[in-house]
């Protein structure tokens, strides 16, 4: 099962008992990991160019 079905059925769980605060956990790491890479990807034209289409779609989710 992939990473993404995995933290998506943690999530429902979280939201369905109402425990918001690990609900939100996800989305903090993957906020942490956007910023990581847009930090060290600077001066890097191969890496820019690897990362350009799914970075976007991050920072959509966060």
């Not at 996800?26 to 799914?54: F, S, W, Y």
Request: hydrophobic letters at 45%; a positive charge; zero cysteines.
């Amino acid at each position: 099962m992939p990473v993404r079905q995995i933290a998506l059925i943690n999530l429902r769980r979280h939201a369905y008992v109402r425990q918001f605060k690990p609900a939100r956990a996800p989305a903090h790491m993957l906020g942490a990991v956007t910023r990581d890479i847009t930090r060290k990807r600077a001066g890097r034209p191969k890496m820019v160019e690897a990362l350009a289409p799914p970075l976007p779609l991050a920072r959509r989710v966060r």
